[in-house]
Nanobody, 121 residues
Framework: QVQLVESGGGFVQAGGSLRLSCTAS????????MAWYRQGPGKEREMVAQ???????TYADSVKGRFTIFRDNAKNTVALQMNSLKPEDTAVYYCNGNIRTSQFSLPKGYWGQGTQVTVSS
């Protein structure tokens, strides 16, 4: 089956930077939209950024101008560069991919296990 694995989370001071990375593996024909979500303490999971196969991006208003999402289709990876981090960014960050397992199948969503990001004031 398909697996998504995130890495790069950690503890940083406000104003600092982190880069998250996610790699998809398994039986993969193609990956359509990829995205990063996050879930802070006591909050619902929310979309942070997403990127289509050819590079079109969308960002949540709360992170626009600070975060950048990018992908490498040849390596089945997606990354999130996070700059000017704020305490409000503290959350578990999850990778999501809309993936086809064959040329003839419709895509479906897969989730990573999550990586913790903690920003101190």
């Amino acid at each position: 089956q398909v697996q998504l694995v995130e890495s790069g989370g950690g503890f940083v001071q406000a104003g600092g930077s982190l880069r998250l990375s996610c790699t998809a593996s398994g039986i993969i024909s193609s990956i359509d939209v990829m995205a990063w979500y996050r879930q802070g303490p006591g909050k619902e999971r929310e979309m942070v950024a997403q990127i289509q196969r050819l590079g079109m991006t969308t960002y949540a208003d709360s992170v626009k101008g600070r975060f950048t999402i990018f992908r490498d289709n040849a390596k089945n990876t997606v990354a999130l560069q996070m700059n000017s981090l704020k305490p409000e960014d503290t959350a578990v960050y999850y990778c999501n991919g809309n993936i086809r397992t064959s040329q003839f199948s419709l895509p479906k969503g897969y989730w990573g296990q999550g990586t913790q990001v903690t920003v101190s004031s």
